[in-house]
């Protein structure tokens, strides 16, 4: 079992920057590949980024290529999502996401454990 806690979320401007956290209790947060989704108002939960295992490979949502950085700590249980140049289209809740069962990295059914989402607003 794996429980995870976003934080870092808030109301920002457009163009300016944020860095979102994801802190993991539990077991063996080093095996699990990590990855952010987000839900804008009245749309589908859809893939950002996602980290491999040992953090040797990270994927990008097309929208997010060299605006968003994705990083984890496995000796903190942290993986932490760095946000810059941030368009009103970026509103939405953003989930973290730990999966150890294979899959796509880009699918929701990838990962077993889900946070509670924190809110990104950007006013347009």
């Known amino acids: 079992q794996v429980h995870l806690v976003e934080s870092g979320g808030g109301l920002v401007r457009p163009g300016e920057s944020l860095t979102l956290s994801c802190v993991a209790s539990?077991?063996?947060?080093?095996?699990?590949?990590m990855a952010w989704f987000r839900q804008g108002p009245g749309k589908d939960r859809e893939f950002v980024t996602a980290?491999?295992?040992?953090?040797?490979?990270?994927y990008y949502a097309d929208f997010v290529k060299e605006r968003f950085t994705i990083s984890r700590d496995d000796a903190k249980n942290t993986v932490t999502l760095q946000m810059r140049s941030l368009k009103s289209d970026d509103t939405a809740v953003y989930y973290c996401?730990?999966?150890?069962?294979?899959?796509?990295?880009?699918?929701?059914?990838?990962?077993?454990?889900w946070g509670q989402g924190t809110q990104i607003t950007v006013p347009s």
């Open positions: 980290i491999s295992i040992g953090g040797g490979s990270t």
């Open positions: 539990g077991r063996a947060f080093s095996t699990y590949a």
């Open positions: 996401a730990a999966g150890n069962r294979g899959g796509s990295y880009y699918e929701v059914g990838t990962y077993q454990y």
